[in-house]
């Protein structure tokens, strides 16, 4: 059963719009949730959390929102950049270890 | 080194033979841990170390699986009689601490398939 879901397998963006990938989760436990990026070839790398007790986190381009009502979070890209292109996956964690999605394969078009 | 490094960077090997995988964590980072990601699927947490407690061995998919950590240092994963279905990447990661806000820093992974 999967607790973190990512049910876009991909999605492509142009250069310079709002890149959205979503992310939704079914365990309640979870309060601390985080976004990596991942190159081909490449282990994955952190790109940005957030607590439950916050329903916003922003660094830089990106920011990640969530939604606890909901189980839902997003991460925002603004603007794209055709180097955001790669595998996002979405992580939770009442504690260690993480739980991940299967992950979402952006792609920015120049 | 300056980040998570993982060796053999790819292995290839015949149905039920067994393999070792190796990890050097960021130094000194207490926490390490392994996952592994088969195709079109997401990161599976295997085992966790922190520190000299004892790991946290249960995301093992079979007694076939097992690791070992020297200290605060070298891990290795050992697969045992290995099967069609542990073909994965098998990613190894570091924490100064298994706190939950502390990002996990990944190396490349081994890229294991077998025959």
């Known amino acids: 059963d999967q607790q973190v879901k990512q049910n876009s397998p991909s999605l492509s963006v142009q250069e310079g719009r709002i890149s959205i990938l979503n992310c939704d989760y079914t365990?309640?436990?979870?309060?601390?949730f985080l976004w990596y990026k991942k190159y081909p070839a490449e282990g994955p790398t952190f790109l940005i959390s957030?607590?439950?007790?916050?329903d916003k986190n922003e660094d830089g381009r990106f920011t990640v929102f969530l939604n606890k009502s909901a189980k839902h979070l997003s991460l925002h890209i603004v603007p794209s950049q055709p180097g955001d292109s790669a595998v996002y996956f979405c992580?939770?964690?009442?504690?260690?270890?993480?739980?991940f999605g299967k992950g979402t394969r952006l792609s920015v078009i120049a | 080194g300056a980040g998570v490094s993982q060796s053999p960077s790819n292995k290839v090997t015949e149905k039920g033979k067994d393999v070792e995988l190796r990890c050097d964590p960021i130094?000194?980072?207490?926490?390490l841990y392994w996952y592994r990601q088969r195709l079109g699927q997401g990161l599976e947490f295997l085992i966790y170390?922190?520190?000299?407690?004892?790991?946290?061995k249960s995301g093992l998919p079979s007694d076939r699986f097992s690791a070992e950590r020297t200290g605060e240092s070298v891990s290795t994963l050992t697969i045992q009689r290995t099967q069609q279905e542990d073909s994965a990447v098998y990613l190894c990661?570091?924490?100064?601490?298994?706190?939950?806000?502390?990002?996990?820093?990944f190396g490349d992974g081994t890229r294991l398939s077998i025959l």
């Open positions: 990661a570091s924490s100064e601490w298994t706190g939950r806000n502390q990002p996990q820093h």
């Open positions: 130094s000194g980072h207490t926490a």
């Open positions: 170390f922190q520190g000299n407690s004892a790991p946290d």
């Open positions: 957030i607590s439950s007790i916050k």
């Open positions: 992580a939770a964690t009442p504690r260690t270890p993480l739980v």
């Open positions: 365990n309640s436990m979870f309060d601390y």
